[in-house]
C-alpha cells in the first residue's frame, strides 16, 4: 500500500471514530436537573444538576451501558429492579455507586485545585 493512501485511511478512521464519540457526546437534550430519591427513608433526596454534568463529563461516565444518548436511561431502570444489580438505595454509604462515584470525582478535582461539587453528606441530601 503506498503512503499517501495509508495516510488517507488512517485519517478516515480518526474521522469516524471522533464524529461517533462527538454525536455520543452532544446528541439529545439532558433534563437541567434529576432527583434522586429512592432512599428518602434514609436521608433527603439529592437534585442533582444533570445538564451541567453533562456538559464537563462524557455521558457514558453514569451511563454505563448506554450505547447512545437514547439508550441512556434512569439508573434504577435496570439497578434495583434486576436481582442479580444492586439497589444503590438499599446500599451502605460507602458501596453506593453514586458516593462512589460523585464523591470521588469531586474530591480528585479537589486535590488538584479545581472547582468542583459537594463531598460532604448534607451539601447533596439536603432538604430543600
Known sequence: ?????????????V????A???TFTFAGTPPETIV???????KP?????HKEHSERISCETCHHTAKTPEEA?????????????PDPSAMSAKK??????????????????????PTKCKDCHNAE
Not at 503506498?2 to 478512521?13: E, G, P, W, Y
Not at 433526596?45 to 444538576?49: E, M
Open 45 to 49: 433526596g439529592v437534585t442533582f444538576p
Open 96 to 117: 453506593n455507586p453514586f458516593h462512589l462515584t460523585c464523591k470521588v470525582c469531586h474530591s480528585d478535582l479537589k486535590k488538584q485545585g479545581e472547582a468542583t461539587g
Open 20 to 22: 461517533g464519540t462527538m
Open 36 to 42: 434522586i430519591d429512592k432512599a428518602k427513608n434514609k
Open 1 to 13: 500500500m503506498n503512503r499517501k493512501l495509508a495516510v488517507t485511511l488512517i485519517a478516515l478512521v
Open 15 to 18: 474521522a469516524v471514530a471522533f
Open 73 to 85: 436511561e434512569s439508573c434504577f431502570a435496570c439497578h434495583g429492579k434486576e436481582p442479580d444489580i
